[in-house]
């Protein structure tokens, strides 16, 4: 009896011998891959921002926080923090208003919706520095189409890339042309998503107009996928990049002077690799920042568990 | 006056005919069942008298008032849906809460946080709070209140979407099969819950259901659609005895009823082994016709005793035990045609698979129906079958 | 659909309607010009910027000059080895590593995830510089394998197949092994056939997300023999003194073109494919 009992005691340990042992051969290249390709270059930033390490010289030297109580009297770099959440605060809030208010108009009109859904994607699928290229000609102050259509109304176009209290706002159209299509699939799905039979509770107890609908139903419906719109509309903002290296190197009068593209100046241009680092580091500390926040604040609000 | 009556509805998806015009008249407190296979139209009736859909011709009244244009808000309907479609954002009692607060807050009332702050919906918000636990305590779902529908089993969430229903005294209540998402041993005792609901109420029902059993066990009335079209409307009894249709006979009853086809004989009648009987409207020799019995109403003796007292011979081919009865499917002989008795297990356990038998009709119970499908009445004539046991 | 269609024109409909076109024409504003331009002559482009329609076509012009100061081909060739070689690679490891976790009894499981979490948070601006400095000691810039080798691990793509394999039946997995196969069997054979979607899925978010990605090449590549399309593009501009939009415009839509053909003709897969990250949650 006990050997009986005992006998697939001991096959089962062997099958997850065997198991662990093929899951870690499956797994090790990844694992590897990640331990050079991720974890060690972190750790390196990590350090890196404590040194005064420029690439090209062959010693460098531990100096502490001075990388990082430089950044904050850097005002180049505080400028750059700055124009970053201003640049955040225009592309993210108008890019998911426009993303939902134009789901839902497509998901109320039976007509033509394929033709609408691909003409707002397109920019997300389209490659972004040609297309910042395109914008350069349309924002050209004086042969450009916009300030052409301006004159034509009578209205003397601003210098739209070219004037450091226009660059911004320019940058930030572009972002909003180039993302709104994103958000809108995402709201478009989460509008098929939710079950028609909700419309039909809603509208037997009661809710006879489409606002009252909507506050009953959609947009808490929607809840989850909002959540996940913002974060990542603030998350792509924050890494603003391509247009500005095209259009504006940071110009004019560091007016556009982005997180990103500071970094990549000081880092791959001024080679100044410590300096660099610790930028990076502030960088990543806005990412944790929002990813947190996603996960703690927000997540327990709109999780209908 | 009528609670509910429904007249002439139909409705078409491009040239798709949904419902083929239905007429239909609920009495003062009725229970009626919908039922019917899938895809017959039943839930596309109950969601036109919510409003829901729109019909493409006919009218619908409720409590006396013509609804047929009016949005479902306007209908006094409640309806509890087959996925129950609790707001999954919202605890039970808030659930319960929406209809009334939907009526009886104003626009400002309802909106979250600053309804609160309304002038003079705090009186009205405390008074839809005690309606709720009322409710709620009436239904035995106290301590769900303030859990979110997705904390809740199934037949907790049943039993919110009850309550949503209920909490504003309806003129109709709607139900789309409210218990097929419930695992068999809920769906038993909800059943008999819902039916003491009904009563307690006496709120006109509609219930919609795919479950034979359902609208047999629960129904004052049970209304068969197929194919777009009510093809019977009566209590479960005069359904399952009486039906006046063939498609009717075949879809109510487990198991199925058995059919042959059959042809009126040169002394006008339709017979079946020793049992024959007379139309009440003389038909012509040779009409064609459908005989159907239930199970439970043919006899299965050993082929001598069978055959000698006329039953039509034929062997057993399987035998089902099924607990308190048993299901023998016998082929005729020389037809191929696989007749089912349902006999008591002490009355089958003299059978056995392959035995030649006589399979006997009760008399009383065969049913008669023209090729169109409709129901010919038609009484059995004794002499006829004593001369045939004798000649 | 079609009861939808047959819907009553209401002026609120009509409006959604009008909003929703004219919302469509200025998203699309810019590819006109973009082809419009492309056609322009250079004199034509200052004088009427707002017509759509050229006086007389310059395609030809504006596109041989296009092709003339960078060579167009070569950097679409490198786009299509640099995304095919990364993509290729990103699957090969990533999908055996996110069965193991999924199926297997794994050991570091916990470890694991952690890791994948820190992933899909660190994004290359993140670890460019180390890379770089060590590329640059190894003498790498400036080739495929510099170009590559950061994107060669997707903890994405681990992610996005973990989440797809969890849904696949444990049952089909045993089948499987009763059938005798080995593990890398079972994911040849079984796994990976009914994981396409997500495969699909995935080789769509990374062809795009590393065909238009600038700040990489950027950094590694100098040198216009290895210019993925973004840099190309760059380095036209740079070779290009003053305003000659009509062949910047030809360049950019000759750039722009191979994707867009490829979104249009596959979109439902495409919108699918990107909206993957909205899995990222």
Not at chain 1, 155 to 160: H, I
Not at chain 3, 120 to 125: A, D, T
Not at chain 3, 217 to 238: C, D, E, K, M, W
Request: hydrophobic share 55%.
């Amino acid at each position: 009896m006990a050997s009986i009992a005992s006998t697939p005691v001991v096959l089962i340990d062997l099958e997850a011998e065997r198991q662990m042992r093929t899951g870690l051969l499956l797994a090790a290249p990844a694992i590897l891959l990640i331990l050079v390709f991720i974890v060690a270059p972190m750790l390196a930033v990590l350090v890196l921002g404590f040194t005064d390490f420029e690439l090209g010289y062959g010693s460098f030297r531990f100096v502490g926080l001075e990388n990082y109580a430089e950044l904050f009297s850097d005002r180049t770099f505080l400028a750059s923090l700055r124009n970053t959440a201003v640049y955040t605060a225009i592309v993210a809030p108008v890019s998911l208003l426009l993303g939902l208010g134009l789901a839902l108009l497509i998901e109320s009109e039976p007509v033509g919706r394929s033709f609408f859904r691909t003409a707002f994607f397109l920019p997300v699928a389209s490659l972004l520095v040609a297309m910042a290229t395109v914008w350069q000609y349309l924002f050209h102050p004086s042969i450009g189409p916009i300030n052409a259509a301006l004159r034509l109304v009578g209205v003397a176009g601003p210098n739209w890339l070219g004037a450091s209290d226009m660059v911004l706002t320019s940058l930030a159209i572009i972002g909003i042309w180039q993302s709104v299509g994103f958000n809108m699939v995402l709201f478009l799905a989460g509008l098929t998503a939710i079950p028609r039979d909700l419309y039909a509770a809603a509208e037997v107890d009661g809710a006879k107009s489409a606002r009252d609908r909507f506050f009953l139903v959609t947009w808490p419906m929607l809840g989850p996928t909002t959540l996940f719109v913002i974060t990542i509309s603030i998350i792509n903002a924050v890494k603003v990049f391509e247009t500005v290296k095209t259009l504006t190197e940071g110009g004019p009068n560091k007016a556009s002077e982005v997180l990103l593209f500071t970094i990549y100046r000081e880092g791959f241009v001024y080679l100044r690799v410590g300096y660099a680092s610790a930028m990076t580091m502030v960088f990543l500390a806005v990412l944790v920042v929002l990813m947190i926040a996603q996960y703690r604040l927000l997540d327990r609000e709109v999780h209908y568990g | 006056m009528s609670t509910l009556t429904l007249s002439g509805i139909t409705k078409s998806f491009a040239d798709n005919d949904i419902l083929k015009g239905i007429d239909l008249q609920a009495h003062e407190g009725e229970f009626i069942a919908l039922v019917g296979p899938s895809g017959c139209g039943k839930s596309t009736l109950l969601r036109i008298v919510a409003g829901l859909e729109q019909a493409t011709t006919g009218s619908v009244r409720v409590a006396g008032r013509e609804v047929t244009a009016l949005a479902p808000a306007e209908r006094n309907v409640a309806m509890v849906f087959q996925s129950y479609a609790l707001y999954p954002h919202l605890t039970a009692g808030q659930n319960i809460a929406v209809p009334l607060a939907m009526r009886q807050l104003s626009r400002l009332g309802r909106l979250p946080l600053i309804g609160a702050l309304a002038p003079g919906q705090k009186a009205i918000r405390r008074e839809i709070q005690a309606k709720v636990r009322e409710m709620a305590r009436s239904l035995m779902i106290e301590h769900l209140i303030d859990r979110k529908p997705g904390q809740m089993s199934g037949g907790q969430r049943q039993r919110v979407a009850l309550a949503r229903a209920m909490v504003r005294r309806p003129a109709l209540f709607l139900m789309d099969e409210p218990l097929s998402n419930l695992d068999a041993h809920l769906r038993v005792h909800a059943r008999t819950e819902i039916v003491d609901l009904h009563r307690r109420a006496g709120v006109p029902t509609l219930y919609v259901t795919h479950d034979q059993a359902e609208a047999l066990s629960m129904a004052d009335r049970v209304a068969v659609m197929i194919g777009g079209r009510l093809l019977q409307l009566a209590p479960p009894q005069q359904i399952y005895a009486d039906p006046r249709h063939i498609e009717v006979a075949r879809f109510i009853g487990q198991p199925r009823i058995n059919s042959l086809a059959s042809r009126v004989t040169e002394e006008g009648m339709v017979r079946f082994g020793p049992a024959a009987l007379s139309p009440a409207a003389a038909l012509r020799a040779g009409t064609a016709v459908t005989l159907a019995i239930r199970p439970e109403h043919l006899r299965v003796l050993p082929r001598q005793t069978g055959v000698e007292t006329g039953g039509l011979p034929g062997q057993v081919e399987r035998l089902e035990f099924l607990g308190s009865e048993v299901i023998v499917s016998v082929r005729l002989d020389g037809m191929g045609e696989t007749l089912l008795a349902k006999l008591a297990p002490a009355e089958a356990a003299r059978l056995a698979t392959g035995q030649p038998v006589g399979l006997l009709p009760e008399a009383d119970h065969l049913l008669v129906f023209d090729v169109a499908g409709h129901r010919i009445d038609a009484m059995p004539v004794l002499a006829q079958l004593r001369e045939n046991a004798h000649g | 659909m079609t009861a939808l269609q047959l819907a009553p024109i209401t002026p609120g409909r009509a409006l959604r309607f009008c909003v929703l076109v004219l919302t469509a024409a200025l998203f699309l504003a810019p590819y006109l010009f973009m082809i419009s331009t492309a056609g322009k002559a250079q004199s034509e482009i200052f004088t009427s910027s707002l017509s759509l329609i050229p006086s007389e076509p310059h395609f030809l012009e504006n596109f041989a000059k296009a092709f003339s100061r960078v060579s167009m081909p070569l950097l679409l060739w490198n786009g299509v080895i640099v995304c095919g070689l990364i993509l290729a690679i990103q699957v090969v490891i990533a999908v055996p590593c996110a069965y193991a976790l999924a199926k297997l009894k794994f050991p570091a499981a916990r470890l694991m995830m952690a890791l994948i979490m820190l992933g899909l948070l660190v994004p290359i601006h993140a670890t460019a510089l180390p890379i770089y400095v060590a590329f640059d000691r190894m003498a790498l810039l400036n080739s495929y394998m510099a170009l590559v080798a950061p994107f060669s691990i997707s903890v994405f793509g681990i992610f996005l197949f973990l989440q797809f394999f969890r849904s696949l039946p444990d049952d089909l997995i045993h089948a499987a092994r009763l059938d005798g196969m080995s593990e890398l069997g079972v994911v040849m054979r079984v796994v990976v056939p009914n994981a396409w979607p997500a495969i699909t899925a995935f080789s769509i978010f990374s062809v795009v997300a590393h065909w238009n990605d600038l700040y990489w090449p950027l950094i590694v590549v100098s040198n216009q023999a290895y210019a993925t399309p973004p840099l190309g593009l760059l380095f036209f501009r740079a070779a290009e003194a003053g305003d000659d939009y009509g062949a910047l415009m030809a360049a950019t839509l000759i750039i722009t073109l191979p994707l867009l053909a490829a979104f249009l003709l596959a979109q439902k897969r495409f919108v699918e494919g990107i909206t993957m990250t909205g899995l990222k949650g």
